[in-house]
């Protein structure tokens, strides 16, 4: 099933109405607002669960649209244009007359924004007409939806529309990147490598993701959490684990991220096995390790989240 023009007509709509729509993007599906209505923002954190103080990234259809919602410094410009449409969210100083609820920014003077490249989100945000504020579409602290089944188990009853688009290609969230006056932060690891970030700036990039800076707002150390408890680092399972492989060597079982060890496979994985093994009722998982280069570093960092001890801020 795949979403098709009168669908995403119809899902702009009840957008514009200040219904909740969820619809897909290449990192993972989105829990969709118009951005510009304050009530239908909060309809999005209660749909959530999610604490108010976490701040919602605004999804826009191009680089031309995302322009008139911030202040670009030519930094902020060039990873705009290298990495548009695409799994990176940029976070600016607000432009004057910035149409975006200030709930969705949490009250804060920037806002995060991105482009998605996939054609369903395109054509919902070309349709919507307006920014679609757009958290993951799981109940908070839970694990991304990588696909529409995933949204309808969670948040069916709380959703005008969920608009279908198959399995999401990157399947971790977009990473995000921070350009305020003190200079770019990597705030979130995610679709886009750091090193490609890096490339992009011509030089390296100060990383204030949890890990970093275990205080940060919004950045809850136990995220992306399964029902399962996790043992990570596992080379194998013990009596009453599922196994979560990742490489030829630790490809045992059903469930491995990627049997030939790529990590673009394994991102593109990881919560549909997560969500996967939940469903059986297992009570723990040992993951195989991953390395920690190119997606690496966002595989290792949703894993360290869902591995954290439950309820800890
Ligand atoms: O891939 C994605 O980014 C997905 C899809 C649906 O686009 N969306 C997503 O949204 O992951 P969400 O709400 O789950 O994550 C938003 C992230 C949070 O880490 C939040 O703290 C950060 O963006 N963020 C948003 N606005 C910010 C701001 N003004 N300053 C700092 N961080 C911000
Ligand atoms: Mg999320």
Redesign the pocket.
Known sequence: MSANPPDIAAAAEALRQGELVAFP?E????LGADAGNDQAVARVYAAKGRPAF????A?VPSAAAAFRLGEFSPEAQALAETFWPG?L?L?VPRSTGCPVSLLA??G?D???I?V?AHPVALALLEAAGRPVV????NPSGRI?PTTAEHVRRHLKDKVAVVLDGGRCRVGV??S?V?LLADGPRL??H??VPRTDIERCLGHAILVETHAARPHA???LLSHYAPHAELRLNAEAPREGEAYLGFGPLHARGPWTLSASGDLVEAAANLFRLLHEIDATGISSIAVAPVPHHGLGEAINDRLQRAAAPRGMA
């Open positions: 993007t990192t993972v599906y989105g976490n701040p919602l990234i999804h799994p969210s976070v920014s949490s804060l920037s806002i995060a991105r998605p757009a958290p993951s579409a991304s969230e977009s995000v921070s705030i979130r995610g679709g707002p919004g950045q």
